[in-house]
């Protein structure tokens, strides 16, 4: 088997606040294959956005990395400097967000902007702007040439993430990060962004770290899933596994909830009770043992590790 | 059940300010239509969803409703009366009996006040409903589940799920008939989406409320909606018992629509209809059938006319000449 | 109330955290209670003549030695100092009041009357104050109230237009809706939404503005546009120690330090007072 493009390994993160160390991550592992495209589910204050700031060494001033290491390709990215990591982030790995006006400069031309990534290249004008032309046409941009010309407000919001998404393929990156790309999108064109971005991951090859709190567009595109709750990975595994075989509790009441899993209308949907730990201070034992139905005494005492080769679980119970 | 909202025709027109552009292109439209004809009925105590893509009208339907937008034509009655419009062609609504929840929930709160002040403000607005507004305001408070430590924190201190439930107190402050709610579940957890879901039926059956539901979420239509109109540039598409229509969707777009819905079964053949092409803007209404452009039935004659409505309002109505069977 | 109290606590802690602000405080409570009991702290009474000790230097009976007249320099400061709070203090709270107001008309009222307020807010700043000062002096004589007046018009428009702009960002926003949508009047959401959000950037604006007001009227007074002869301001100290420069510095440099001070005090308060009431930079402490 290839080694992994990004390696996160034993990962801890915390930010200094008045209130003390709030611990945002806890020994995370994630690898994400070369070719792959890996899924990270989780509700808001699970820790996603913290990871994605560590992958690309951008934490608030006040964050600090308490253990662990981002291997990228071997080298871990957590001893860069800064220059190394600068070309890295352009080059290497790319990014595309949920508001795709957060990567596009509203006063420039799509064009130039995507003749101005190519800015490492040694090509003439003319060329940078025939392949701009050509990843519109790949990201499915109808009349690419004429496209060019425009500003990021004359395109329709699908169109704009596609073109975010072009820039970040631009450079042929070997892994692209994903923040929520489709949630400001409609049911129509979300489905129409994750086909092309999984038809776009077969002819570049390039790894895809998905992020999205939409369980439904995580099991279409992704093929692992990694399921985080409250700055720890609870469960991860290829995709068919955690989708029909949920093994940790939070997974199962999270797949529960989902009003699109409940088949016979209801009026009465489902809830995860309780509320997010504190994560100054944190519970002892398992994070998710406050919400749990099934925790037994262990539970209390013991934080479970997340155990299992293929199908990863951290949860006391669920290896019986 | 008698009529609680019915809406006949309503027309929303906002001008499109030419600055220079205007004068330089003639052929530059000097207004848009953003709603486009639509009809609808609420009654005493159902739902009704409002399903469409960002742009399709659905939030400024809502407004017009509410008296926050002008309306270019049409007529609403309210409980059999017909509401007047003022001067600028806003509709005047009686506000104590049509409440309105905003799609952010912390957006909609006003920042430099504590939830205490918040909900005891609709009852310092319109005088004489409360005779003690801070003690309403707790009762608020708890009916809505919050606890009573709640009053005196700022929007800024809420989370996404508990600034919606301040939203939901505050909009029945004044015990309402009709709410509107404006994407009521945007931005929420899935886990927490249930609960603010769950509350407006509690409160919907304690209360009799009508409600209206604007969401682009098929997913939770289903479970909470009695009607379901489905929105496309301005226009209902297809509306009428969201059971029948989920069942059995007559209009290609409510069937892409419901197809499009990634499901969290990595198994499920999904036999969907993929719609290509992007939505046209409103500036740039198709000819005719305006789905047209997108639509995987398209024949020659939907270029025509903009179709009629088929079949009746109450049960399943479609505007498509050529509805799937 | 208990919430505005707890503002205050809460501003004044993060401001204790803050060396320079904190600084900009001490200097500014200072001059505040150093002019507030100059009759007390004075050791002369500021127009008592002395003709015999003309333009002396700083000694252990005149700390900053004395005038052309032979009047007391360090109490005319401190006198002084009464015209510049009181010019500060009349002006500013004048032109913020009648600015918020206009400014609120503006922004939230109908386009034809916020074009004709805007309209009038550009022509006065269009003036140039010296100009303007000097035809308004020809016309009614040099006094305090004229000061204060003349900075009072000059100021109002520089309040109307932020009150404006920022009363228009404000209009559109959902909160404001909401409130429009619950039937509140324009009055109420003026008063109780759009107010105390624009609060805590004028009251800013004015912190800074106090040193640009005091440095009018001495600029005014010094000029001889301003306070009237025998009347103490540090204009006016600049002026009289001006035509002796050469044989005593001493009026200039005493009048020159606390206009100086009043500045640095100000505008360090204000900067630090910015930071603090910024709510996207307080409450949460930062996005994690």
């Known amino acids: 088997m290839d080694k992994p493009v990004l390696d996160i390994r034993d990962l801890s993160v915390s930010f200094l606040t008045e209130r003390g160390l709030l611990r945002a991550l806890r020994n995370v592992n994630i690898p994400i294959d070369p070719g792959r495209i890996v899924g990270i589910v989780g509700e808001s204050g699970c820790g996603k956005s913290t990871l994605i700031s560590a992958i690309i060494r951008l934490l608030a001033p006040n964050a600090q990395i308490d253990s662990g290491s981002i291997l990228w390709r071997g080298d871990d990215l957590l001893d860069l400097e800064p220059d190394a990591i600068r070309a890295l982030r352009g080059d290497e790995i790319s990014m595309v967000f949920q508001d795709p006006m957060t990567s596009l400069n509203p006063v420039l031309t799509i064009g130039r902007q995507m003749t101005d990534v190519q800015h490492r290249d040694n090509r003439s004008k003319a060329e940078k702007r025939a392949r701009a032309t050509r990843m519109l046409e790949r990201v499915g941009i109808p009349d690419p040439v004429e496209q060019l010309d425009r500003y990021p407000h004359h395109l329709s919001g699908g169109m704009r993430q596609r073109v975010a998404i072009a820039m970040a393929l631009m450079t042929e990156p070997g892994l692209l990060i994903a923040d929520e790309p489709t949630t400001a999108l409609d049911a129509t064109l979300e489905v129409q962004i994750i086909h092309r971005l999984q038809q776009l991951q077969r002819d570049f090859g390039c790894a895809i770290l998905f992020i999205s709190h939409h369980l439904g567009v995580i099991a279409e595109l992704c093929d692992e899933v990694v399921v985080m709750y409250a700055g720890e990975v609870v469960e991860s595994g290829s995709t068919r596994d955690v989708f029909l075989n949920p093994r940790h509790p939070y997974t199962q009441k999270l797949l529960d909830c989902d009003p699109a899993r409940i088949k016979k209308a209801t009026r009465n949907l489902p809830v995860i009770g309780g509320s997010l730990p504190d994560l100054v201070e944190l519970p002892d034992g398992c994070v998710f043992r406050p919400r749990c139905d099934i925790s037994i005494d262990r539970c209390r005492s013991e934080r479970p590790g997340l155990e299992g080769s293929n199908h990863c679980i951290a949860c006391h119970l669920a290896r019986q | 059940m008698s009529e609680l909202l019915q809406v006949n025709d309503l ?315 | ?132 000062a000097l035809s308004i002096v020809a016309l009614t004589g040099p006094s305090l109230n004229t000061v204060i007046g003349i900075i009072i018009i000059t100021s109002i428009p520089v309040y109307g237009r932020i009150v404006r702009t920022q009363t228009q960002a404000m209009r559109d926003n959902d909160f404001i809706l909401a409130e429009r949508a619950m039937g509140a009047s324009t009055a109420h959401i003026l008063r109780h939404h759009v107010l105390p959000n624009i609060a805590a950037p004028l009251l800013i604006l004015a912190s800074m503005d106090v040193p640009a007001v005091v440095g009018m009227e001495a600029g005014l007074s010094f000029l001889g546009l301003g306070v009237s002869a025998p009347t103490p301001s540090w204009g006016s100290i600049l002026n009289d120690g001006y035509s002796y420069l050469r044989n005593s510095p001493w009026p200039i440099i005493a009048g020159g330090i606390p206009l100086i001070l009043v500045t640095l005090g100000f505008t360090f308060f204000g900067e630090s007072l910015r930071d603090i009431l910024d709510p996207k930079l307080r409450g949460k402490g930062g996005k994690f």
Not at chain 2, 157 to 177: I, K, T
Not at chain 2, 193 to 204: F, I, M, P, R, S
Not at chain 3, 89 to 99: P, T, Y
């Open chain 2, 11 to 325: 027309r929303v027109r906002f001008p499109i300010k030419g600055g220079l552009a205007g004068i330089l292109d003639r052929e530059r439209p000097t207004h848009v239509d953003v709603v486009h004809g639509v009809s609808l009925d609420i009654r005493h105590g159902e739902t009704l969803a409002v399903v469409g893509e960002s742009g399709s009208g659905k939030t400024t339907l809502a407004m017009a409703l509410c008296g926050l937008a002008p309306v270019l034509d049409g007529e609403v009655y309210f409980d059999g009366r017909l509401l007047d419009k003022d001067k600028n062609n806003y509709l005047v609504p009686d506000r104590k009996r049509i409440a309105l929840m905003f799609q952010d929930p912390t957006g909609s709160l006003s920042p430099r006040m504590t939830v205490r002040k918040l909900l005891a403000e609709p009852y310092k607005i319109h005088t004489g409903l409360s005779d003690d507004p801070d003690q309403s305001a707790l009762d608020l408070l708890s009916l809505v589940g919050l606890g009573n430590d709640f009053a005196n924190r700022y929007p800024h201190q809420l989370s996404g799920g508990q600034a919606r439930r301040v939203g939901v107190a505050r909009a029945l402050a004044l015990n309402p008939d009709l709410l509107i709610a404006d994407e009521p579940t945007a931005g929420l957890d899935v886990s927490i989406q249930g609960e603010v879901l769950n509350l407006l039926a509690d409160l919907q059956q304690e209360m009799g409320l009508g409600i209206m539901i604007i969401t682009h979420n098929l997913n939770i239509v289903r479970h909470v909606a009695d009607q379901m109109a489905i929105m496309y540039l301005g226009r209902f598409l297809e509306q009428g018992q969201s059971g029948l229509i989920f069942d059995h969707p007559r209009h290609p777009y409510t069937a892409a629509l419901l197809a499009a819905n990634p499901s969290t079964d990595p198994d499920a053949a999904s036999e969907r209809i993929e719609l290509t092409g992007e939505v046209p803007g409103l500036l740039k209404r198709p000819r005719g059938c305006e789905f047209h452009t997108r639509c995987p039935r398209v024949q020659p004659g939907c270029l025509e006319q903009f179709p009629d409505s088929e079949g009746t309002r109450a049960m399943q109505a479609w505007n498509c000449i050529h509805p799937l069977s």
């Open chain 3, 1 to 132: 109330m208990t919430n505005r109290a707890g503002f205050v606590r809460e501003t004044f802690t993060a401001l204790r955290k803050d060396s320079l602000g904190m600084t900009g405080l001490v200097i500014v409570v200072t001059i505040l209670l150093l002019t507030l009991f100059a009759s007390i702290l004075s050791p002369y009474d500021p127009l008592e003549v002395d003709v015999y000790n003309r333009l002396v230097g700083p000694s252990w009976q005149h700390w900053l030695g004395t005038d052309q007249l032979g009047r007391d320099v360090l109490s005319r400061v401190l006198y002084g100092g009464r015209v510049a709070l009181k010019v500060s203090l009349v002006a500013i709270s004048v032109s913020m009041a009648a600015g918020l107001l206009l400014g609120m008309m503006a922004g939230f009222g109908p386009k034809w009357l916020d074009r004709v307020l805007v309209i009038c807010f550009d022509t006065l700043r269009s003036f140039p104050t010296i100009m303007f």
